[in-house]
């Protein structure tokens, strides 16, 4: 019997709550500036990026870790798209109105309205329109592991996460650490990425398989 990774489950279930996993990506060196600084300036000046994540999660005590990997690409404001290669094949994509998840195991797709459903959230910082003071209280969370940290604490109780930590390295965000309000802590990872690269629209495009099994909130014909 297939089990859906952790990861993607995790993602879909705080997108259906209004909220979503947060990718990271790099921004232009800013060698003196502070972690803050660093921040905006990666919201302001990334518009768009794609390359490989690699991520783990940790339930409750007690819990094995969880990993999964794969690619991703996003363009502001709201596409994206969210491949798993492992453990699983599952693609999450976001064309600006609605998320698609598609499952080729189980010959499902899932969509959903997105609504306003970013700027309240950790999605905010890559997929939103970069007022991240609005969404966010910002403050400097110090250094560890080789890092400077970012301390980010949603402003809305209903985001779906306690807070998160954004981590930076001579100006470029290297990881991201997110804990939801189960309790749960997700570390995001990226090892390869490219910053504002040219992308296509269809690449955020999405059309069910012939036969696939739908479920969600279709668009009008």
């Given at each position: 019997?297939?089990m859906?990774?952790?990861?993607?489950?995790?993602l879909s279930?705080?997108l259906a709550a209004?909220?979503l996993?947060?990718?990271?990506?790099?921004?232009?060196?800013l060698q003196a500036?502070?972690?803050l600084?660093q921040l905006q300036?990666f919201?302001?000046?990334t518009?768009?990026?794609?390359?490989?994540?690699?991520?783990?999660?940790?339930a409750?005590?007690?819990?094995?870790?969880?990993?999964?990997?794969g690619?991703?690409?996003?363009?502001r404001?709201?596409r994206?798209?969210?491949l798993?290669?492992q453990?699983y094949?599952?693609e999450l994509?976001?064309d600006g109105e609605?998320?698609w998840?598609?499952?080729?195991?189980?010959?499902q797709v899932?969509v959903r309205?997105l609504?306003d459903?970013?700027?309240?959230?950790?999605?905010?910082?890559?997929?939103?329109?970069g007022?991240?003071?609005?969404?966010?209280?910002l403050n400097d969370d110090g250094e560890e592991g080789?890092?400077?940290?970012?301390?980010a604490?949603p402003?809305q109780?209903?985001s779906?996460f306690e807070?998160v930590?954004?981590?930076?390295?001579?100006?470029?965000?290297?990881?991201m650490?997110?804990?939801?309000?189960?309790?749960?802590?997700?570390?995001?990872?990226?090892?390869?990425?490219?910053?504002?690269?040219?992308?296509?629209a269809?690449?955020f495009?999405?059309?069910?398989?012939?036969?696939a099994d739908?479920?969600?909130?279709?668009?009008?014909p």
């Amino acid at each position: 019997m297939k089990m859906i990774p952790v990861v993607s489950a995790t993602l879909s279930r705080v997108l259906a709550a209004g909220g979503l996993l947060v990718l990271v990506f790099a921004g232009s060196p800013l060698q003196a500036a502070d972690a803050l600084a660093q921040l905006q300036h990666f919201v302001r000046s990334t518009h768009s990026a794609e390359g490989v994540f690699e991520q783990t999660v940790h339930a409750a005590a007690g819990s094995s870790a969880r990993t999964s990997a794969g690619r991703f690409a996003f363009a502001r404001p709201g596409r994206f798209h969210w491949l798993y290669e492992q453990p699983y094949r599952q693609e999450l994509i976001g064309d600006g109105e609605r998320l698609w998840s598609w499952d080729p195991d189980l010959n499902q797709v899932v969509v959903r309205t997105l609504g306003d459903a970013l700027g309240a959230t950790p999605a905010a910082i890559l997929f939103g329109q970069g007022e991240l003071e609005q969404s966010f209280a910002l403050n400097d969370d110090g250094e560890e592991g080789g890092l400077s940290w970012v301390l980010a604490i949603p402003r809305q109780n209903d985001s779906g996460f306690e807070r998160v930590r954004i981590g930076l390295e001579e100006g470029e965000l290297r990881q991201m650490e997110l804990r939801d309000s189960f309790g749960q802590t997700t570390l995001i990872r990226f090892v390869q990425l490219d910053a504002n690269p040219a992308l296509p629209a269809t690449r955020f495009q999405f059309s069910p398989p012939p036969g696939a099994d739908v479920i969600g909130d279709l668009p009008s014909p």
